[in-house]
């Protein structure tokens, strides 16, 4: 019998502006864009597992995180690469964790959080 346990899975994130979102993805995020077509639909690789992006008229809707990304020891690292690309980072203070540089940190584990141009909350861990 198949189990969904056994599957990989992927992200979708919804966009307003299919162009923009691929500058942003594709250049300031610097992923790998596998596919373009399917209405618009952008696939990306990432790690093992994939990221679609698709227009949407219900992009930014989302007041949750949208995608998560396990970085292991690169996230400062990241962080610093993306700032230079513009990003800003957001700050939860209500978390009672330490912040600093954008990145908020608790008994040695990692955590950032940014929004790419839809509003969509993108995550970052030290997993």
Same mark, same amino acid.
């Given at each position: 019998?198949?189990? $969904?346990?056994? &599957?990989?899975? =992927? ?5 307003s502006d299919?162009?923009? @979102?691929?500058?942003f ?5 610097g992923?790998?864009l ?7 639909? $952008?696939?990306? &690789?990432?790690? =093992?597992t994939?990221l679609l992006v698709?227009p949407?008229?219900? @992009? ?65 861990n030290?997993?």
């Open positions: 019998m198949a189990h $969904l346990k056994d &599957k990989l899975s =992927s992200a979708m994130v919804a966009v299919i162009e923009r @979102a691929r500058k993805y594709s250049e300031t995020l992923l790998e596998m596919e373009d077509g399917m209405g618009g639909v $952008l696939v990306y &690789k990432t790690g =093992s994939h698709y949407s008229d219900f @992009a930014g809707t989302n007041r949750a995180n949208a995608v998560v990304f396990d970085c292991g020891g690169d996230v400062e690292a990241i962080v610093a690469d993306l700032r230079a690309k513009g990003v800003t980072f957001e700050h939860y203070p209500d978390m009672g964790v330490d912040f600093k540089d954008g990145i908020h940190s608790s008994d040695g584990f990692k955590m950032v959080w940014f929004k790419d141009p839809d509003g969509n909350i993108l995550h970052l030290s997993a």
